[in-house]
């Protein structure tokens, strides 16, 4: 399966709005645009759709780490959330540390220019 072939299978990812910009060798990079439907009662970006973006960044980073033929499921992770986004879009970068043959640890940055938003990390399960 090819990336695009993944990336368009995801309803999920397409509804939230989400690009991939780079995925390659346990690397993510996508970018998620701030809408009125991702706000939250403050009119900030929703926390769940800032996850929602970690937990898919990490996902795609798995699948080019071992291949997007073979699946990888979320088994935990944790996110610090460090500034409320209230306008623009934000970049999420996730890298692969540990890709074992039952687990991988990843770890992921969210950008909005020069500013952390958000840091996370995850272990994935390989399935």
Same mark, same amino acid.
């Given at each position: 399966?090819?990336?695009?072939?993944?990336? *368009?299978?995801?309803?999920?990812?397409?509804?939230?709005?989400?690009?991939? =910009?780079?995925?390659?060798?346990?690397? *993510?990079?996508?970018?998620?645009?701030?809408?009125?439907? =991702?706000?939250?009662?403050?009119?900030?970006?929703?926390?769940?759709?800032?996850?929602?973006?970690? &937990?898919?960044?990490?996902?795609?980073?798995?699948?080019?780490?071992?291949?997007?033929?073979?699946?990888? !499921?979320?088994? %935990?992770?944790?996110?610090?959330?460090?500034?409320?986004?209230?306008?623009? %879009?934000?970049?999420?970068?996730?890298?692969?540390?540990?890709?074992?043959?039952?687990? =991988?640890? !990843? %770890?992921? &940055?969210?950008?909005?220019? %020069?500013? =952390?938003? *958000?840091?996370?990390?995850?272990?994935?399960?390989?399935?």
């Amino acid at each position: 399966m090819s990336l695009d072939a993944a990336f *368009a299978a995801s309803a999920y990812s397409r509804h939230l709005g989400i690009e991939p =910009l780079h995925i390659e060798n346990g690397e *993510a990079r996508v970018r998620l645009a701030l809408t009125d439907e =991702l706000r939250n009662r403050h009119q900030k970006l929703h926390g769940g759709a800032l996850f929602s973006l970690v &937990d898919i960044a990490m996902g795609l980073a798995c699948s080019s780490s071992h291949g997007f033929d073979n699946q990888s !499921v979320t088994i %935990e992770c944790k996110i610090n959330y460090i500034r409320a986004v209230a306008e623009g %879009e934000v970049i999420c970068t996730a890298k692969v540390l540990h890709a074992g043959r039952r687990t =991988l640890v !990843v %770890e992921a &940055d969210v950008m909005q220019g %020069e500013n =952390l938003v *958000a840091k996370a990390q995850g272990t994935f399960a390989c399935v």
